[in-house]
């Protein structure tokens, strides 16, 4: 089992920047991928980034050329960095660890962290 633990949510004016983080503890060899989800009042859970455990990225369109995901391996956390923040990207942000076991695909997810973006 993967424990996944968010922090860095804030009430921000458009135009800043934010800079979540993602703590990841247990299991965490077996991690194949991390994401940043969000959920907006009203609205369905959306990807916002990813990153595999090769390294490789994907954003949602809406997000692109804004927000960075990252990671530090040796502090075992995923970081999204969010620039020009805009107000529609209020939500809550969500960690969320992959990992495959056995052939079945695993999710552990965090309680989430507000993102708040004032016009």
């Known amino acids: 089992q993967v424990q996944v633990v968010e922090s860095g949510g804030d009430l921000v004016q458009a135009g800043g920047s934010l800079r979540l983080s993602c703590a990841a503890s247990?299991?965490?060899?077996?991690?194949?991928?991390m994401g940043w989800y969000r959920q907006a009042p009203g609205k369905q859970r959306e990807l916002v980034a990813r990153?595999?455990?090769?390294?490789?990225?994907n954003y949602a369109d809406s997000v692109k050329g804004r927000f960075t995901i990252s990671r530090d391996n040796a502090k075992n956390t995923v970081y999204l960095q969010m620039n020009s923040l805009k107000p529609e990207d209020t939500a809550v942000y969500y960690c969320?660890?992959?990992?495959?076991?056995?052939?079945?695909?695993?999710?552990?997810w965090g309680q989430g962290t507000q993102v708040t973006v004032s016009s």
């Open positions: 247990g299991s965490i060899f077996s991690i194949n991928a």
């Open positions: 990153i595999t455990s090769g390294g490789s990225t």
């Open positions: 969320n660890s992959a990992r495959v076991v056995a052939g079945t695909v695993l999710s552990d």
